[in-house]
């Protein structure tokens, strides 16, 4: 399982790993993810995967 | 195109009439065929004063792999290769395997696969195979000199590492990518500055497309050629949506593995586009259904054996006649239609899981009593893996602690994405585990 307090979180995960979080993600939060979100960067981390939901959730307020 | 020959003396052919075209492309970095036939014959050097039959490598998503690969064959070497992640002690069990066994002078890969007996195997390629695969895919699919085709999948797998073959046939130029994990890095590749892309995706990775990349294919949807699919089953709705999104692209989905080769493909978005239906077969093979209802295979495509196994090898092929453990049909107009699988093997994204094995292993990490291996419904996917786990009485069972477990003794994709802890594990009257139980349903 991957550890999802790693620094390197998305080269732990492999890409039903990404594919899942894209999905629980929107799920959950009622957010459309897309291929341009599922980056490196984006998902480097936790903290990183939190202020892109957040930004979403932003944006999303904002319509 | 002369089949008789061997997919090094292509290598060779275009090295010599077009040098500066290029071959493959990895991330930043390009090779001509100029340099890769140079690459290939100095390496080839090292391999040739190597001890044993075949070489054994970990895979690369590399330009570096492709020197290896033909490197090996030039030396006269079997070619073995084995997943990026593999732990050093199944490396050397390997080794070790094909260094006892005796591997006929005409076999050119051995691939390591669950295939369709069950047990993991390592399936002899003979280069005549792989040329009338070649051929196979050349004539079916019309690769061209001026086509780019992407490769995102596992190269020690038949259906990314059967791409090289009529690529380099026919003297286009490869692109390896990554894989699916980074979906933007796959996309980019059909900017490349070709008339002509193709790629081979499984219907995971489609799934995958549909899902988050919607716009991303209709931007790129007039550089695709054609797409090829196959290893696991593709839903009718996603043949649809990529049909939709896709309208001037060729979409087929082929029938093969490891042990028959390329067989039978079918362009559905045409008329016909119905799921399960795989096609005609190709030039170079044909196919059946026994009176059972299972298909067979005959052809130049089909595996020399199961290396050191010939027991094995028998009880599949004879007669010219590779004997799978798909159940098929063949409709009036000749197209083969698969209907299923006997047998407990799962396949999880066009790996084939033994479910026993996950089992096995599973049963020695000490707090199990018992369990089972089932497949599982995945939105992507289609088909993952849960274990349902009984615990030593007094016991818990820590279920990171138990896929840490099984990540150290097996293969990623054998791996479960579920683990469920139940009381009891239905077995049937004569106590075998009733594997018929957990596949009505979510239990």
């Not at chain 2, 020959?5 to 991330?27: F, G, H, M």
């Not at chain 2, 007996?117 to 009338?132: C, E, L, R």
């Not at chain 2, 695709?224 to 709705?237: L, R, W, Y």
């Not at chain 2, 196919?287 to 005959?298: D, S």
Request: a negative charge.
């Amino acid at each position: 399982m991957v550890d999802l307090e790693s620094d390197f979180l998305f080269s732990d995960l492999d890409s039903l790993g990404v594919t899942t979080i894209l999905m629980t993600l929107s799920a959950e939060y009622g957010i459309e993810l897309e291929a341009k979100d599922a980056t490196p960067k984006n998902l480097k981390t936790l903290d990183s995967i939190v202020a892109m939901v957040e930004e979403k959730l932003k944006v999303k307020s904002e319509e | 195109m002369d089949y008789n020959s061997n997919l090094e003396s292509y290598v060779r052919q275009w090295a010599e009439k077009q040098p500066d075209k290029t071959a493959v492309i990895c991330d930043s970095e390009t090779i001509t065929y100029g340099q890769l036939w140079q690459q290939v014959t100095e390496h080839s050097r090292d391999y040739q004063q190597a001890e044993g039959r075949a070489v054994v490598i970990r895979s690369t998503q590399s330009i570096f792999f492709l020197v290896q690969y033909f490197a090996a064959h030039l030396a006269g070497k079997a070619f073995v290769p084995l997943e990026e992640n593999c732990t050093d002690a199944r490396l050397s069990s390997i080794q070790h395997e094909v260094n006892a066994c005796s591997i006929p002078g005409n076999v050119a890969d051995i691939l390591y696969t669950t295939g369709t007996t069950g047990q993991q195997k390592g399936i002899m390629i003979s280069h005549k195979a792989i040329m009338a695969d070649a051929g196979n895919l050349i004539s079916a699919m019309q690769f061209a000199e001026d086509l780019l085709f992407i490769i995102s999948g596992p190269l020690n797998h038949i259906g990314s590492l059967s791409k090289i073959w009529p690529t380099v046939m026919a003297g286009a130029t490869l692109c390896i990518t990554p894989g699916m994990k980074d979906m933007n890095q796959f996309l980019n590749a059909f900017q490349l500055p070709y008339p002509k892309i193709a790629t081979f995706l499984v219907p995971a990775s489609i799934r995958m497309l549909l899902l988050f990349a919607r716009k991303e294919l209709c931007s790129i949807s007039d550089k695709i050629d054609f797409i090829e699919t196959g290893a696991a089953p593709m839903p009718q709705a996603d043949m649809e949506a990529l049909c939709l999104l896709l309208p001037h692209a060729r979409l087929y989905n082929t029938y093969a593995s490891t042990e028959t080769g390329i067989i039978c493909t079918h362009n559905y978005n045409s008329d016909y586009c119905v799921a399960g239906c795989l096609g005609r077969p190709m030039p170079h093979s044909s196919v059946f259904i026994t009176p059972e209802g299972y298909v067979a295979c005959k052809g130049d495509t089909l595996m020399e054996g199961y290396v050191g196994d010939e027991g094995l090898t028998r009880n599949v092929l004879h007669n010219g006649t590779l004997f799978t453990s798909d159940c098929g049909r063949i409709d009036e107009q000749g197209r083969l239609h698969l209907t299923g699988r006997i047998g407990d093997i799962i396949n999880i994204g066009g790996y084939k899981v033994n479910p026993i094995v996950v089992e096995d292993v599973a049963l020695s990490f000490p707090a199990v009593s018992d369990c089972i291996c089932t497949p599982s419904p995945h939105p992507v996917l289609g088909t993952v893996l849960r274990l349902y786990i009984v615990p030593q009485s007094g016991s818990e069972v820590d279920k990171k602690e138990l896929s840490a477990f099984l990540q150290k003794k097996l293969e990623q994709y054998m791996i479960p994405q579920f683990f469920s802890i139940v009381d009891h594990i239905e077995r049937t009257f004569n106590g075998k585990l009733n594997r018929k139980y957990y596949l009505t349903g979510i239990k």
